[in-house]
């Protein structure tokens, strides 16, 4: 995925880092589904339409179970609860009741991280492994 990523972002020169925000495009379900297809090319499309679905599934299911979702240098997905509480509208100083409520939080790994810094990762998982 390293090249496939690496044609589409305008970088500025002499980093690997984006120049603007406006240069860089968002990834969409379908680039990622072409990606799965370009490294699978035993697979039919719709084989891996499958595959990249029922990967999503299981990430879901796992995730509305509240169970920790850890992808191997890429970061971990949990859910946490927040409870109810009292706030304030910052415009008028309002106060108001926000009701009790699951959130989806990421927390990237440190090889992520790394990389997205344009830094060459450490540790035995340092790499993005191809299988």
């Known amino acids: ?8 972002i305008v970088s500025s020169p002499g980093t ?8 860089t ?10 990606a799965v297809y370009n490294a699978c090319p035993t697979l039919s499309r719709a084989q891996a339409r499958e595959i990249f679905e029922v990967t999503l599934e299981e990430i879901v299911g796992a995730l509305v179970q509240n169970d920790p979702v850890k992808l191997r240098a890429f970061g971990a997905f949990t859910v946490r609860s927040k409870r109810e509480r009292l706030g304030r509208n910052p415009r008028t100083g309002v106060e108001a009741r926000i009701t009790a409520r699951r959130v989806l939080t990421f ?18 998982d340092w790499r993005f492994r191809r299988y």
């Open 107 to 124: 927390k990237p790994s440190p090889t992520l991280i790394a990389r997205v810094n344009g830094e060459t990762p450490t540790g035995e």
């Open 1 to 8: 995925m390293d090249t496939y990523y690496s044609k589409r």
């Open 16 to 23: 690997s880092m984006p120049a603007s925000v406006d240069e």
């Open 25 to 34: 495009k968002t990834v969409t379900r379908v680039e990622l589904l072409d």
